[in-house]
């Protein structure tokens, strides 16, 4: 065998390595571009220009398909959504005072800025139940209801003093001799009850 024919069957078999690695590597950018869109879309469209862009210009296909591709993946999408909904939830969730608006606690009975009733404790395991609650889900014991308006009342009487004081003792109440005792007219509740620094 002459050295020509020794030469020439070297650089065919060089040329046949080469042949190969590059069309593995064409095909390896085929399918990694295939995938990595599948991962960034779930348009079909996009999907098939982008891989027919790197299987016909190659390296300057994938090199222009890395510079116009969606910057995150649809799980990274998912994810950031998951994270800016469970963000605001929290930011909704965060309790606030509905007399004054301030940001309150959840064990807190009375808010301290504007003395607005929050939650009433048990009177059985003394746990910090909401205001329109009639059982404690703690305890199971039966709640009395809040009786605010009598409670105002008795405040009112107590700032403008005693008016009188009937044989019976109550002031304001006539006795049982000079007729039946009128009740009050029922006034409207208020929406927020306030309570005294004295009565915390």
């Not at 390896?28 to 990595?36: F, K, N, V, Y």
């Not at 591709?69 to 994810?79: C, D």
């Not at 605010?148 to 009937?166: K, L, N, Q, W």
Request: aromatic content about 6%; some cysteine.
């Amino acid at each position: 065998m002459s050295f020509d024919q020794s030469l020439s069957q070297a650089i065919l078999v060089g040329a046949t390595i080469l042949g190969a690695v590059v069309a593995a590597l064409w095909i390896g950018m085929a399918l990694w571009t295939w995938r990595d869109i599948r991962a960034r879309t779930h348009d079909t469209l996009a999907q098939i220009a982008a891989t027919l862009l790197v299987v016909a210009l190659n390296i300057v296909g994938l090199i222009v398909y890395l510079m116009l591709r969606p910057r995150e993946s649809l799980a990274e999408a998912y994810e950031r959504s998951l994270e800016e909904e469970a963000l605001l939830q929290t930011i909704e969730e965060k309790p606030a005072c509905p007399g004054c608006g301030r940001p309150s606690n959840a064990l807190w009975q009375v808010c301290p800025y504007c003395h607005t009733r929050l939650k009433k404790p048990c009177g059985q395991c003394s746990q910090m139940l909401e205001l329109a609650w009639n059982i404690c889900p703690f305890c199971a014991a039966l709640q009395p209801q809040a009786d605010a308006e009598s409670r105002g009342r008795a405040r009112a009487r107590r700032a403008a003093g005693p008016v009188g004081t009937s044989a019976s003792g109550r002031a304001g109440v006539p006795a049982a001799g000079n007729g039946a005792a009128r009740e009050p007219a029922p006034r409207q509740a208020a929406p927020l009850e306030f309570v005294d620094g004295d009565d915390v």
